[in-house]
């Protein structure tokens, strides 16, 4: 009598990383399954799409493996089938000791776990005995652990070493500014810098200059016309005129390192220039400053596309805070944004406010989702994700009605089901060529769209720090990675994140916004949040009811003090 063999896939990625592990987990099982035919037959696969076995996501209801674990506790499988997964770290990457509850779990109901990565099968039988098995299965579950923790570090560790190697002097490593290349001038760029500062020492505003240096450039080298491809801002000539790397330092987030770079100007030159700056700023010389916010330009409307705008509003002057007292002067502007195409013509019909605070708080939970997958090279069209879902989704609904079509034919002989299995197995061949070629022809458009610093992780750390880029550049990074938090009346959400939100109420007691968190096919873990006017999270509990009680409790403690 043959076993069944249970192939279970897991891939928490999105994305191309997404396409390609998914395929090299189908292909190691298919491989083994024909080589095993004569004892195994393959049962129903199981797969969890774009789950964490970090936080265990693909455990809550609505998961495979949960609905895997469940037809094993009910007895479907015997002694002797197999659970068949690439690496132990498809199973899980919770912390050991979860992993193992898990583990035990699994092998309770008789099933046994086939690694393929190095041929293991683990039973209750050789965890019980001996016990190398179990060690084994710590071990690796201890570092599949660790992996998934590191991948979360990993931007910020490679800071860390950028920063490190500055104060060794590897000034190659780091970028500085814009006419830096390897530490050394870029001429082409160094050039309209020094043109810049001349002009500013002879008194000229930087918005002019900006106007002045916009037209230089459209007689520069292509690849100063492909780095400068909008007209240059008052703002970047003023991050241009106040950057110690002027003089060859390096102004790391922790202290000014000097000496990193090669100078472009002389330490007089570069006085003159701090002297006119802080002249000027004391004189009140500034551009008009268009007040920009971190997330403008990243929000936008689910109806029509258009940008939600940030608006500001004097705030509300109250009892404890009359109009004219310092308590109202120190009260911070109320920012709220809007649909701007409703605002203007209320030519759409999503008429919702969201606060500021509510978005800034989507934004910093679901940047750096962004940031580590430019970091990990991963494709960064939004619809290309799509197709390759939706090619991925039919690609395993359809596996998994051929496994039962191909029952009734095997095992009945039904000459009907003989006729849809083999039309079954066509469309599955199909939807995989499709995919295959989708997948290439994403590589061959990034590869052409030149965008150099957004393909991979080295690029994106050392070419336009996030931590040195400043808003604009920062929002740059964002928008360039089709980054966008969307809105559609009280729900938003967000490309790189499985969590959708719902802006609940403000509860004016507390003076917090609430928004509920919502896990995507899984209701029963949803979160609720509060923000208070500054943007803190102020509490946090799994029903709205356990939040007002925390904040009333809060509020009590603010009283007493
Ligand atoms: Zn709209």
């Known amino acids: 009598m043959k076993h069944q063999a249970i192939s279970y896939l897991r891939y928490s990625s999105k994305g191309q990383a997404r396409g390609d592990s998914e395929r090299r987990q189908e292909e ?28 265990g996501g693909h455990l809550a209801s609505g998961g495979s493996l949960a609905r895997l674990l469940q037809q094993a506790k009910d007895g479907l499988f015997e002694e002797g089938d197999l659970l068949v997964v690439e690496a132990i770290d498809r199973l899980t990457r919770l912390e050991p000791l979860d992993a193992i509850d898990l583990f035990k779990e699994i092998l309770k109901t008789g099933l046994s776990i086939l690694t393929l990565e190095d041929n293991q099968i683990y039973s209750t039988e050789s965890v019980n005995s001996g016990g ?48 830096l290349k390897n530490g050394k001038l870029f001429e082409s760029i160094a050039n309209l810098v020094r043109h810049a500062i001349s002009m500013y020492l002879n008194g000229y505003g930087t918005r002019a200059i900006a106007i002045e240096i916009t037209s230089k450039i459209k007689s520069c080298d292509a690849e100063v016309q492909r780095r400068y491809k909008k007209p240059i801002s008052a703002r970047t000539i003023r991050r241009w005129l106040d950057n110690p790397a002027l003089i060859g330092n390096w102004k790391s987030k922790y202290k000014l390192i000097e000496g990193c770079f090669e100078p472009l100007i002389d330490y007089s030159t570069w006085m003159k220039v701090q002297n006119q700056l802080e002249f000027r700023k004391a004189n009140k010389i500034v551009a008009g400053a268009v007040k920009h916010y971190k ?3 990243l929000v936008r409307c689910h109806h029509c596309g258009s940008p939600f705008t940030v608006r500001v509003q004097k705030p509300r002057p109250s009892k404890a805070a009359p109009f004219g007292s310092i308590e109202y002067e120190s009260k911070s502007p109320i920012k709220y944004l809007n649909c ?14 969201w606060p500021y605070q509510a978005l800034d708080y989507i934004y910093e939970r679901t940047i750096n989702e962004c940031l580590l997958q430019i970091a990990m090279e991963l494709p960064i069209s939004k619809e290309f994700e799509k197709k390759i879902n939706n090619l991925t989704e039919s690609i395993s609904r359809n596996e998994e009605k051929l496994i039962r ?23 599955v061949k199909n939807l995989r060529e499709q995919r295959e070629a989708l997948i290439l022809s994403n590589n061959h458009s990034r590869q052409n769209d030149g965008g150099e610093f957004l393909t991979d992780v080295d690029a994106v750390i050392t070419c336009e720090p996030w931590e040195l880029a400043d808003e604009v ?48 096919n899984n209701q029963s873990t949803n979160k609720y949040i509060a923000i208070n006017d500054e943007g803190h999270v102020m509490a946090t509990a799994n029903s709205l009811r356990d939040l007002s009680n925390l904040l009333d409790t809060e509020s009590d403690k603010v009283k007493q003090h």
């Open 28 to 55: 190691s099982f298919t491989r083994w399954l024909l080589q095993n035919a004569d004892k195994y037959i393959p049962y129903e696969p199981f797969r969890d799409l774009g789950k964490s076995g970090y936080s």
């Open 340 to 353: 701007s195409k409703y605002l203007k013509s209320g030519g759409c019909e999503n008429n919702s406010t």
């Open 295 to 297: 997330i403008s330009g």
């Open 473 to 520: 550049g920062r929002r740059k990074i964002l928008k360039d990675a089709e980054y966008s938090i969307i809105i559609d009346g009280k729900d938003a959400e967000c490309w790189y994140s499985d969590v959708r939100w719902r802006l609940i109420k403000r509860n004016q007691r507390s003076r917090t916004y609430t928004l509920e968190e919502i896990q995507e």
């Open 132 to 179: 190398i098995a179990l060690i084994n299965l710590v071990i690796k579950s201890q570092a599949s652990h660790e992996y998934s923790k590191r991948l979360g570090v990993r931007i910020k560790s490679a800071h860390e070493k950028k920063r490190a190697s500055a104060e060794v002097g590897e000034a190659n490593k780091v970028v500085g500014a814009a006419w």
């Open 405 to 427: 079509v191909r029952r009734l034919y095997i095992d009945f002989g039904d000459e009907k089901s003989e006729i849809e299995f083999l039309q079954l197995q066509n469309e």
